[in-house]
Structure formats: structure tokens, C-alpha cells
């Protein structure tokens, strides 16, 4: 038994608009909605409501399809959603002093209480470089909590070289940075792969614990000896 019905909303002071479907299944006690979610900026969102507070690194107009299971108290159990990146700005306090430019990607993620979220990034365009990430988030002990285990697979592409130290935070690997920023020039990195772990504190936005392992391949570039 149970009841279904068409959503036509808008959320919050912001005004995320958001169109669909839904249906409160008794038996199990949940409310299920998949709904279109229409022009929102999700750093915004984030600071309405705590459990999307992991988007506020994304400063950038989103929209798309949300699929969610919420409780009796509208509290959310599990997400998922594919949403469209419009231009604005990547705020990664932990490794930039300033934002990173966006111009366009694809953000598709599920999430769920209590076992953390999968957020990939695709066809992720900073302004000639692409690239491809996947964010891997969850709570230590099984819990929503304020340290969160961090696990980052990605691979940027059609980066130049001379370009390299401004994507290349300090924080990660400093004397090999500081080697190839007095090194290399001209160029171009066809691929560079990152995979990066940590404990991010949700309170700070450090970053601890970190382990880094990484490889490019470059092409036409000069070396100083």
C-alpha cells in the first residue's frame, strides 16, 4: 500500500526549483522521488542543508535528475543524481588559495546515511585542460561524522607544461614541483594521473593523513639541466 503523486516545488530560501514524481511506499515506511532538478548553485545549497555540505566546493550553476529516499521525518536515507556543470569556480581551500575555473563537465554521484558518497566527475573543462575524477567519501567509523576518509582517482589531459604549476598544489610533492616548474617549459602533458587519500575534516577543510601517488606522460617539452 501506498500513495503516489507529481512534485511541482521550489526548495528553500534559494529557490531550487524541482518537478517530478513521488510515492510514500507505508510498508517500509520511505518516500521515493525522482525529480528534475532545474538551475541551481549547489555551494549555495550547501549551506541550507548539511548533508549536501561536501558541494560546497562547486561553485557553479548545476542542473538535471535527482533520485532520493527520504525517511517519515524528510530526513534523506540515499541519493543519486546526473547533473550538467555550467562555468563558475572550484573551491579547494585544502590545496589552492583561489578557486580553479570551470567552463562545463558532468557530475553524476550517489550517496547514502551513514556509508559516505561517490562523486564523478566527467568531461570536466578547465579552460582547454579536461578532466576526469572520481571522489570517494566516507565516514571513518561508519557514521556521519566531521573527518571524512578521503580516496581521489583522477586524470587530467591537454595540460601545457608551463600551465603544470598552477594545477599542481604546493602542499602535494613541493620538491618535485618545484623541479619541474624550473626545469620544463614548452610542451605539452598528454595525460597525468592522480591518486590521492587523506582525512578531510569537514569543520576545517584540511586535508591530513595524505598519500599521493602520481605519473604523466609529456610530449615536445625542454629540460634545463
Do not use: C, H
Not at 161 to 190: C, H, I, K
Amino acid at each position: 500500500m501506498g500513495l503516489a503523486g507529481n512534485l511541482d516545488l521550489v526548495l528553500g530560501e534559494g529557490g531550487v526549483p524541482l518537478a517530478g514524481d513521488a510515492v510514500w511506499i507505508k510498508s517500509t515506511q520511505r518516500l521515493d522521488v525522482d525529480v528534475s532538478v532545474g538551475t541551481v548553485l549547489p555551494a549555495a545549497l550547501a549551506t541550507k542543508l548539511p548533508e549536501f555540505e561536501m558541494l560546497k566546493a562547486l561553485a557553479a550553476p548545476v542542473s538535471g535528475s535527482m533520485r532520493a529516499t527520504l525517511s517519515t521525518d524528510l530526513t534523506p536515507r540515499d541519493a543519486e543524481a546526473q547533473l550538467d556543470i555550467g562555468a563558475g569556480g572550484l573551491s579547494l581551500p585544502a590545496f589552492y588559495a583561489n578557486p580553479l575555473a570551470v567552463y562545463g563537465g558532468i557530475l553524476s554521484g550517489t550517496w547514502s546515511r551513514g556509508a559516505g558518497a561517490v562523486v564523478t566527475a566527467s568531461n570536466l573543462d578547465l579552460g582547454g585542460p579536461l578532466a576526469e575524477a572520481t571522489l570517494t567519501l566516507q565516514s571513518r567509523d561508519g557514521t556521519d561524522a566531521d573527518l571524512l576518509a578521503v580516496d581521489l582517482a583522477a586524470v587530467v589531459s591537454g595540460l601545457p607544461v608551463d600551465a603544470l604549476p598552477d594545477y599542481w598544489p604546493e602542499s602535494l610533492a613541493g620538491n618535485a614541483r618545484r623541479w619541474v616548474d624550473l626545469n620544463l617549459s614548452a610542451g605539452m602533458v598528454d595525460t597525468a594521473d592522480l591518486a590521492l587519500s587523506g582525512v578531510l575534516s569537514l569543520e576545517t577543510g584540511t586535508l591530513d593523513d595524505v598519500a599521493l601517488e602520481g605519473e604523466g606522460r609529456f610530449r615536445d617539452v625542454t629540460v634545463r639541466y
